[in-house]
């Protein structure tokens, strides 16, 4: 069969096209694509919540991929490991305690999950204003990364979502637009963002997960970004802590149980 270019660029368009389309009106919005982000996506996914994932990018998988210094290798507690166990990644025994998992196909592997449980992942778009109503955040402003990176003048688009997950990483840039844009007050002690502290793995572990919470109307944070919301330290290459909180922030925002079930996704007809 003869191929035509012209098919095959209408393919892309059309199938793209139906993909956003369908992501404008979302239960979840998700902004950033590293561990925390794909972890949260899956659960949701698997839930049956509508989400979307929207990532700077073009590469998903955040900080993981390099494990610690570019050596691809993560590590794991044994809680990290129970959530790797359950999405297929292969761990292996280090010491008592410590287990390694190899990096790509621990991302590979969550990333593929989370797209077959429904999630839609956007690579190169960036999140770049909220809106918000009456002191909710109710949804994203969202742009091609390459627009930003160029600095062009070309105007957003938008999207509503009931629920935000902030988990971009270091720079918690949902929170800081958030901080800068809008008189809502965050859920930290001192109302803003506090800016991560110096590397204490155990105890940045154990705060990433007690700051994975919602720290303004609508929306969560999660991973790194809730360590630097409320002055964590950071935590080196151990990656249990990102897992544990995608997963924390996922079963917050099913638990808050808002999300009305019409606007779950609905299943294709075979
Ligand atoms: C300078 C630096 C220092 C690091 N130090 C540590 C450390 O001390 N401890 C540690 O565990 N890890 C560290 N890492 C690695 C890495 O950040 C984390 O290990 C881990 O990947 C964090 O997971 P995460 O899911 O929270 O965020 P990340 O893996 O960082 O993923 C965040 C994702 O969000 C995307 N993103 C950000 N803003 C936007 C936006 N506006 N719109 C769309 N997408 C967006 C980014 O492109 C990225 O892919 C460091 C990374 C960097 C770059």
């Not at 290798?73 to 044994?78: C, D, F, G, M, S």
Request: charged share 20%.
């Amino acid at each position: 069969m003869a191929l035509n270019e012209i098919t095959i660029t209408q393919a892309i368009i059309e199938r793209y096209t139906r993909k956003l389309l369908a992501c404008t009106e979302v239960d979840a919005a998700i902004v950033g694509a590293g561990p925390a982000g794909l972890v949260a996506a899956c659960y949701l996914a698997k839930a049956g919540k509508k989400v979307a994932v929207f990532e700077r990018k073009l590469s998903i998988g955040g900080g993981m991929w390099g494990g610690g210094m570019m050596f691809n290798e993560i590590v794991v507690q044994k809680e990290g490991k129970d959530i790797l166990d359950g999405f297929g990644v292969r761990t292996q025994l280090y010491k008592r305690g410590y287990y390694t998992a190899d990096a790509i196909e621990a991302v590979s592997t969550i990333c593929s999950v989370a797209v077959k449980a429904g999630a839609r992942i956007f690579n190169c778009i960036s999140v770049e204003d909220v809106m918000i109503r009456e002191g909710r955040v109710i949804g994203l402003v969202i742009n091609w990364s390459p627009v930003e990176m160029a600095g062009l003048h070309v105007d957003p688009l938008t999207i509503t979502a009931k629920y935000v997950i902030d988990s971009t990483g270091h720079n918690t840039e949902v929170l800081r637009v958030i901080e800068r844009k809008a008189d809502v007050k965050l859920n930290t002690p001192s109302g803003g963002i506090m800016g991560e502290r110096s590397m204490w793995a155990e105890k940045a572990e154990r705060l990433t997960l007690d700051n994975t919470k919602e720290i303004c109307p609508g929306v969560y944070v999660a991973g790194m970004s809730a360590n630097a919301a409320f002055g964590g330290p950071r935590m080196g290459p151990i990656f249990g802590g990102m897992l544990l909180s995608g997963q924390k922030a996922a079963e917050a925002i099913i638990a808050a149980a808002l999300v009305p079930a019409a606007t779950t996704w609905k299943k294709k007809k075979k």
